[in-house]
């Protein structure tokens, strides 16, 4: 399918640290860019080449677009292999991608999934439905209140990380009505998505990583579902006191155990003598 490629519709990809390290291809949330990605990537690049993705603020793409445009965007930078960090709406993205590859001869090798706050089925979907209502009817004036009230608290929140308070008020400031329309499809998206069967096929090792206070996606239905029915799920940690951006809330502790996670799967794909 053939869609037009102007400004709204063209997936941005950045890369940063040394290509020599392991690969790190970033998917985020539902907000679709960067912005709350900022002080894991600070730190992060030190250990891993790192690749960000932003969406583009189409309402046109389906979940197989942004897998396909995924995939493409890695295929042009040369990539062959790499982690996927896949932050809530993220994953879904990722099962996409994971999907395509299964269907096809894949020039990319997945060495692994990181969910940070993301699930597969979403586990309740009148939530999402709800929310995407609440965007519905919510004029811009209710937004704006609502970009303050996050800005201010943010800025308490990260207080003493002065990379992620800046990327909060990013945040804020790429926000537009347009941008708004783009994170509703996004939840229509989640809403009529359904990748079970993909995460019980999938070939590569799979982890969770959420954070203890997580209304959004709470880890327990998650973790509890990954564990009886995806045969390559290997581990989770859920941190405290992280919220929902487990990634930007407590960057340290998720770098530490993902650091954890991809040395011993590293050691066991050379214990075993795969290339």
Known sequence: MNRPRDEESLLEVRSFGELSNPALIYLPGVHGDRTLFTSFRELAKRDFYIIEITYPRTLNWSMEDYGREVAAGISRLGLNKGWI???????????????????????????????????????????????????????????KILFWIYAR??????????????????????????DIAAMRHRLRLIANYDPRDIARRVPCPVFLLAGFIDPVVPAWPVLRW???????????????PADHNVLGTEPAKSLAQMKCWIHSSSEDIADSGAL
């Open 85 to 143: 960090l896949a932050e809530s709406y993220g994953s879904q993205v990722a099962w996409a991608w994971l999907k395509l590859a299964q269907e096809t001869t894949p020039s990319f090798r997945f060495e692994g999934l990181i969910l940070a706050g993301g699930f597969v089925r979403y586990p309740f979907p009148w939530m999402v439905r709800a929310t995407g209502v609440f965007f519905d009817v919510a004029p811009w004036w209710l937004w």
């Open 153 to 178: 608290y943010s800025g308490f929140r990260h207080r003493h990380a002065p990379e992620s308070a800046g990327s909060a008020r990013e945040f804020v400031a790429r926000r537009t009505k347009l």
């Open 226 to 240: 990954l564990r009886r029915n995806c045969p390559s799920f290997k581990d989770r940690r859920i941190i405290w």
